[in-house]
């Protein structure tokens, strides 16, 4: 678990100075957010060549999944009390959007261990391809510059989400109960 | 949208606060089986709080034409979704069941009425 913080530290620090690279150059935000993409689709797959063993048992690790969730309180947190402070906007930068990326991955990799899907694991596979549908539609909006463009694909993840906490935490223990009875 | 908002996310405290109370009387001894509750009403918690995140995401998008919460309440709501995304991920650990995900479940609701009530 330490070494996981420490590597998701780094993580943060990696693109903090990217971002601050990339605004040194002077590239617009669609620019920068190009180039974000474009790294981070470069980093990922460099990944998944030299060591996908690795990199598949630490993206589905639960421990790493609670890591990335602490990471994610405490820049939420401190994003909530900068913008008290009258500094808003620290949440919408991209090392965030890359911890969202990551947890992302994380899911995505969960929901591919997770086959053959049946009926019984819709609900897992749902709520864990949410968060995915959330971050896609909401950097639509940004790439193409009217905000309110991937509003579908965010509405559908919303959807996803709680459908399937419905369906995994109630209808199918409701079903599973109504098979056991004699 | 925001009533419905605001609803959501009561009803998601008042889950996650029957959850920290069936918590805290497993880890203060009171009772065999205490523990057992503290997992569906989390569940309950943590559905409510998304519904709270997904009406505030709708209401951004109406106001502002943004998805990114701009409110205070939409960005503490998500806070405290994320705990609740946490705590349940702990519970799923097999070394930290028991005591140690019940002792994290308690200070995930303190922190998340915390961040809701008192730093919003």
């Known amino acids: 678990m330490p070494r996981q913080a420490l590597a998701l530290a780094g993580w943060v620090l990696l693109w903090l100075g990217l971002e601050a690279a990339l605004g040194g150059l002077g590239l617009g935000p669609r620019r920068q957010l190009a180039a974000w993409l474009a790294a981070l689709a470069a980093m990922g797959g460099a990944a998944a060549l030299a060591a996908p063993g690795w990199l598949f048992r630490l993206l589905t690790s639960v421990r790493f999944a609670v890591t990335q969730g602490a990471f994610l309180i405490a820049a939420a947190l401190l994003g909530g009390l900068a913008a008290g402070a009258g500094r808003p906007g620290l949440c919408q930068g991209l090392w965030f959007c890359s911890l969202l990326a990551l947890l992302s991955a994380s899911m995505l990799a969960v929901t591919w261990k997770r086959r053959p899907y049946t009926l019984a694991r819709l609900g897992f596979l749902l709520v864990h391809v949410a968060p995915t549908l959330v971050l896609l539609g909401a950097l639509w909006g940004r790439c193409s510059g009217t905000p309110g463009r991937g509003s579908w694909l965010v509405g559908g993840g919303f959807a996803c989400l709680l459908i399937g906490c419905a369906w995994m935490f109630y209808l199918k223990p409701a079903l599973k109960r109504r098979e056991a009875k004699p | ?120």
Do not use: N, Y
Not at chain 2, 14 to 26: N, Y
Not at chain 2, 52 to 58: F, I, K, P
């Open chain 2, 1 to 120: 949208m925001m009533a419905a908002q605001a609803a959501f996310q009561i009803a998601g405290f008042a889950c996650l606060t029957v959850a920290s109370a069936w918590g805290a009387a497993a880890l203060l001894g009171a009772g065999q089986g205490r523990g057992a509750r503290v997992l569906p009403w989390t569940r309950a918690g943590f559905l409510f709080l998304g519904g709270a995140l997904a009406a505030g995401a709708l209401e951004s998008w109406r106001a502002w034409g943004q998805l990114w919460p701009r409110s205070p309440r939409d960005h503490w709501g998500l806070v405290a979704w994320l705990i609740v995304f946490a705590v349940l991920h702990v519970h799923r650990i097999k070394a930290w069941q028991g005591r140690p995900a019940l002792r994290a479940g308690l200070a995930g609701w303190a922190l998340a009425l915390a961040a809701c009530f008192l730093l919003r």
